[in-house]
Structures are given as C-alpha cells and as structure tokens.
C-alpha cells in the first residue's frame, strides 16, 4: 500500500536539535525526500536519500533511513527560529523510464521557541 | 537559474466555471508533475508530463485534465468547478536522468471557488 506516517506536531527551543520522524510502507521505494513548506509558499527541497543508503548528511541536515523498518528521520542540528515550518517527508513510487510519484506525509509542524 | 514558475499565482472562480492554470519548468527540465494540496487529504498526486505525453494519472475525476508543451510548459484545466475544488495546486519539475532524481517545486497556485 502507499501510506506515509508523519507525527504532526513538534516543538523545540532555540539551539537544540530537532528530529522528525517519518515511516513508510512501500518496500519498493527508491528515493525518500524531505520538503519544507513556510506560509503561503510551495515545497522546499531540502534533501533526498536513496533507499540503499543508511545516512546523508547535508550541512545541519542529518537524514537517517532505517529500511528494515521503513523508517526515516530528519535531524537538524542548531535549530534556529527561520527553521520554523512544515516539514514533509515523502516516497516516490517509480515507474518505467525514472518517471513516478511522490507519496507525501500530513506533515510536522515545528515550532521554533526563542 | 530561475526556479519553477506557476502562474497565476490566485484564482477565485465560481462554481461550474472552468480553470486553467499554468506551469514553466526549470530550463531543461523535462518532466511536469501536478499536486493538489487540502487541509483535508494533504498532498496529492494529480498526474505527470514528460515529453507532451500524460506518464502518470492520480486518483482525480475526468474533471482534471492537463498538457504539456514542447518547451516542457505545462497546463492544467479543471472543469466544472466544484466547492471542494478549492486548494493550493503545485506543480514540480524534474530532469528525469541518471543521476538526477530531485523534483522542484513552484510557489503554488492557490483556487477558491466559491
């Protein structure tokens, strides 16, 4: 089936780090992503992680996939105020030809405290 | 480079009106994909454009229905708009090559229909 599992809310102080977890159901998945969405904007690539990879790190960026539990998390290190938003982490299901569709999350709202 | 274009960028139409929306890739991108974003449902996949042709169809009603251009520009129509119509539309754009596997997205599109 096509489902991704997002807890919804998450709140942090200022400085600390922020980890947001994320599981999926298709064992076939490819490339797992994480966007970020602000008010009354669109999607923000954050970063990607292929299905054969166990970590990427990008910057304050920590992606971890655990595949045997078709689990996923986003820890950003640092966390500052500008970092408060919707944080979407989604599967794309391929099809032929590196085409497919992404299968997103309801998404975690972090909250940034000063 | 400039980044997804979607215009126009709000719409307010009435009920059983029709809509059209548009898209324009990042240059040399040649794969258009459609998402409808509710409160409600979350993000959703609507369809994706690679090379003028539909590659990939949602689960939306015959109501929606799209194109792409030979620049890689892509429509998308909605017909008989309906209250639930109402949403943030998105469209993103990927090269569709080994190697390159991130899809970008523009600012949205935002329908109300009243």
């Known amino acids: 089936g096509e489902d991704v599992e997002q807890s919804l809310f998450l709140s942090v102080r200022e400085g600390d780090s922020s980890v947001i977890n994320c599981t999926y159901t298709d064992s076939s998945s490819t490339y797992l992503y994480w966007y970020k969405q602000e008010p009354g904007a669109g999607l923000q690539l954050l970063t990607y992680i292929f299905s054969n990879m166990d970590m990427k790190q990008d910057q304050r960026l920590t992606v971890l996939l655990n595949k045997k539990d078709k689990h996923l998390s986003l820890r950003i290190a640092d966390t500052q105020t500008g970092d408060s938003a919707i944080y979407f982490c989604a599967e794309k299901l391929q099809f032929s030809g590196n085409t497919g569709k992404l299968i997103f999350g309801q998404g975690t709202t972090l909250q940034v405290k000063p | 480079k400039a980044g997804v274009t979607q215009t126009p960028r709000y719409l307010i139409k009435t009920r059983g009106q029709q809509v059209t929306l548009s898209c324009s890739p990042i240059?040399?991108?040649?794969?258009v994909s459609w998402y409808q974003q509710t409160p409600g449902q979350g993000l959703q996949f609507l369809f994706e454009?690679?090379?003028?042709?539909?590659?990939n169809k949602g689960n939306f009603p015959g109501r929606f229905s799209g194109r792409q251009f030979s620049n890689s520009r892509s429509e998308m129509n909605v017909s008989t708009l309906e209250l639930g119509d109402s949403a943030l539309y998105l469209c993103?754009?990927?090269?569709?090559?080994?190697?390159?596997?991130?899809?970008?997205f523009g600012p949205g599109t935002r329908l109300t229909v009243t």
């Open positions: 993103a754009s990927s090269l569709i090559s080994v190697g390159s596997y991130e899809q970008y």
């Open positions: 454009y690679f090379s003028e042709t539909q590659r």
């Open positions: 240059s040399g991108h040649r794969s």
